[in-house]
């Protein structure tokens, strides 16, 4: 194996934590030998694309207890130079095993060394290579404003990872990240950046929160999300369950249950996508979403005086809030009304994509309850 290789190996390994929707995927060369860092994203449209996914380097100074790559971990260090992480992605591209760049780091000395790598690394790629597919930069916390500012000029994407929902969630996790200077500031930099220039990482900015690996609940989760989406413009969140890796701070804590970030991703659907408020969600005692159930259905009955929604008279706003009833059902819905269609019977409805069982208790049609179901 060359020297080359096996930093490949380790820190196309490394990077598979941070997963912002991206399976870790073999993908096999003509000789059958599995590639390593490749990973297939899925975009909004269900499509699925290979990305190369990589660390610069897995040396890093900051001591997150959830992070195999933290600064007190004795194992083997290594870092790319840019030339060649460009090296490596233009043969991956030229071969079709990618179509995309995804670069991330540790913070080797500092976040100006490390960032400014990276950046290299997209200037390399865009003006010496005239490359102009995906490049989506992890914007490393702590870092300068003006390599921010380089960063979101070269790259189509830009996240910077949350990993906490609140300062103090922030502060058991790490002694050396800073929740409002090193990340929160950083964010809105990157927003009044894309704010001023339309042809800055078009595809916007994105974060990930860490599930489980500390004490905050959904309720703290999903209030910053959603507090991220209305100030901060952030694009996407992703819920990533903690897992307990050899070798971190944390290998003995507790894994999330399996349904967890399942029921957050719902939940974050309905706040980002469905127009929901927080308010309309439903938590238990100690602040968390029903495993057992869908978060729409879950609201649905705790908001019963709501229903039933009469299917020839309810807005856009008012069929979302229907179970079974997604938004392409509801626009459906409304066209079909618009074009003078009355609605009498379900199987109208389960013909526009209805999940009729899911919705007849909370229906009505021409005045009628659906279903003997009480809410
Ligand atoms: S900053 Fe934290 S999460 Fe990132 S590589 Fe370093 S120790 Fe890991």
New binding site residues.
Partial sequence: MTNLSMKLEILGESAKYDRCNYINTNVDNFLGKSIPGIYHATTSNGCTVPLFKVLMT?K?S???A??????KHHFNRVEFSPEDITSIFLDYYQNRFVDGLFLS???YKDAEYSMENMVEVARKLRMENEYTGYIHLKI??GSPYDLIKRAVSLADRVSI?L?AATPEGMDKL?TT?NFQVDILRRMKWIKRLLIRNKNFAPSGQTTQFLIGAGDENDQDILERASWLYDKMDIKRSYYSPFEAIKGTKLQYHEEPHQKRSPRLYQADHLLNSYGFELEELTFDADGNLDLEDDPKYVAAQANEEIFPVEINEASYKELLRVPGIGKISARRIIQSRKAGKSFEKLIQLNDLGVIVKRAEPFIKLNKNYQSTLKL
Avoid at 66 to 71: D, L, R
């Fill in positions: 897995n890093c900051n001591d997150c959830y992070c195999i790559n933290h600064n780091s540790g913070i490393l916390p990872n990993e790490s990240k």
